[in-house]
Nanobody, 121 residues
Framework: QLQLVESGGGLVQPGGSLRLSCAAS????????VAWFRQAPGKEREAVSC????????NYRDSVKGRFTISRDNAKNTVYLQMNSLKPEDTAVYYC??????????????WGQGTQVTVSL
């Protein structure tokens, strides 16, 4: 079965850190650009960060720059999102998505099921 599986979400206090993982199953992630999206209740899904297939290109939305870091380990078929200095406004369901031909696009071949991140006291 071809799928992406996210993990690493949870409840964290403001200022804390989490590392999300996006593992590919059934296909090799090496040739795919990967993006992290998030969707908070009542809001539209938004792109958080993207990484090219080689890892040589990354992008971040302004609100997470300097706090979040995207990386990939193709040997483990996994992409990560390290989230530091978390704020309550980072609370959302986080999704990873992968596509072989699109970069940082909402059009992706594969989507994960999402992992909840809650930042609260």
């Amino acid at each position: 079965q071809l799928q992406l599986v996210e993990s690493g979400g949870g409840l964290v206090q403001p200022g804390g850190s989490l590392r999300l993982s996006c593992a590919a199953s059934g296909f090799t992630l090496d040739y795919y650009a990967v993006a992290w999206f998030r969707q908070a209740p009542g809001k539209e899904r938004e792109a958080v960060s993207c990484i090219s297939s080689s890892g040589g290109r990354t992008n971040y939305r302004d609100s997470v720059k300097g706090r979040f870091t995207i990386s990939r380990d193709n040997a483990k078929n996994t992409v990560y999102l390290q989230m530091n200095s978390l704020k309550p406004e980072d609370t959302a369901v986080y999704y990873c998505a992968a596509d072989r031909y699109s970069y940082c696009s909402t059009s992706n071949t594969y989507w994960g099921q999402g992992t909840q991140v809650t930042v609260s006291l």
